[in-house]
């Protein structure tokens, strides 16, 4: 059967065109006799749930990779990538924030792959955990004004605990600045956010080549899936003892 009224996408022509049976969701398929290519002249796009979306985030907040999302939840990994894009719409960390009267922060340094000196920065409330900035670059200078220029004047306002790191020392005033020495417990929160972080992104994992199979883009996505996360549960976690001490 002659489809006159249907034209080739590729080579604009209409006369040999014929039916060439449906794909997966149903919607007929045609074949151009003249370019040989097949295409779908009406295409109905499937919409992903918000169950399924739910889903998928939910895998991507644990250590598993893209193949292994899409395996587990029967998609395309392409699927995966382009629920993965959604994390931009994401609200700032700032809104996912507890406010309190009195804080300070800790910052840290995570490495992500030594070879490409590709580092995650985070700077951390010491009260409550939970993440106020973060970024990814080298282990210098650069790297750290990024993300403290990421704070809102209100945070460069606290005081900062770090490690023994000479970057520290060079970038801040001694009046804000605290060296807290190895095995003190004066970084435990960051260093306890960082080991969280670990767990839950197989990027983060030491000698792992996870990190490498995407661009930056992809694995700050994925990371700011896991900020976003974190800070939900940092203020779930601050509401419930606050209510058991009243």
């Known amino acids: 059967m002659v489809a006159h009224l249907i034209a080739c996408p590729h080579c604009?022509?209409?006369e040999p065109v014929t039916r060439h049976g449906t794909n997966r969701g149903g919607t007929a398929r045609c074949r151009c006799k003249d370019c040989n290519r097949t295409f779908t002249p009406a295409p109905n796009p499937r919409k992903t749930s918000p169950q399924r979306?739910?889903?998928?985030?939910a895998a991507l907040s644990e250590r598993?990779?893209?193949?292994?999302v899409a395996r587990m939840l029967g998609m395309s990994r392409q699927t995966v990538y382009d629920l993965l894009k959604k994390t931009d719409d994401l609200p700032p960390l700032a809104t996912?924030?507890?406010?309190?009267k009195s804080d300070a922060l800790e910052i840290d340094e995570l490495c992500v792959s030594k070879k490409h000196n590709r580092w995650l920065w985070l700077a951390v409330s010491r009260y409550t955990g939970q993440i106020v900035a973060a970024t990814v670059g080298g282990r210098d200078w650069d790297a750290l004004e990024r993300l403290w220029y990421a704070l809102s004047h209100r945070w460069r306002r606290r005081l900062v605990y770090?490690?023994?790191?000479?970057?520290?020392?060079?970038?801040?005033?001694?009046?804000?600045h605290r060296v807290c020495d190895k095995g003190d417990g004066g970084t435990n929160t960051v260093e306890g956010v960082n080991n969280a972080?670990?767990?839950r992104s197989g990027a983060l994992v030491?000698?792992?080549?996870?990190?490498?199979?995407?661009?930056t883009g992809w694995l700050w996505r994925r990371l700011c899936l896991l900020f976003d996360a974190h800070n939900r549960r940092g203020q779930y976690r601050f509401d419930?003892?606050?209510?058991?001490?009243?």
């Open 240 to 246: 419930r003892r606050r209510k058991a001490t009243q």
């Open 53 to 57: 979306e739910a889903q998928v985030f």
């Open 206 to 215: 030491r000698r792992s080549r996870a990190s490498l199979a995407r661009s």
């Open 12 to 14: 604009h022509k209409t």
């Open 96 to 100: 996912t924030l507890l406010d309190l």
């Open 197 to 199: 972080l670990r767990q």
């Open 64 to 68: 598993l990779s893209i193949a292994a």
């Open 162 to 176: 770090t490690d023994g790191y000479s970057v520290y020392a060079w970038f801040f005033s001694a009046w804000q």
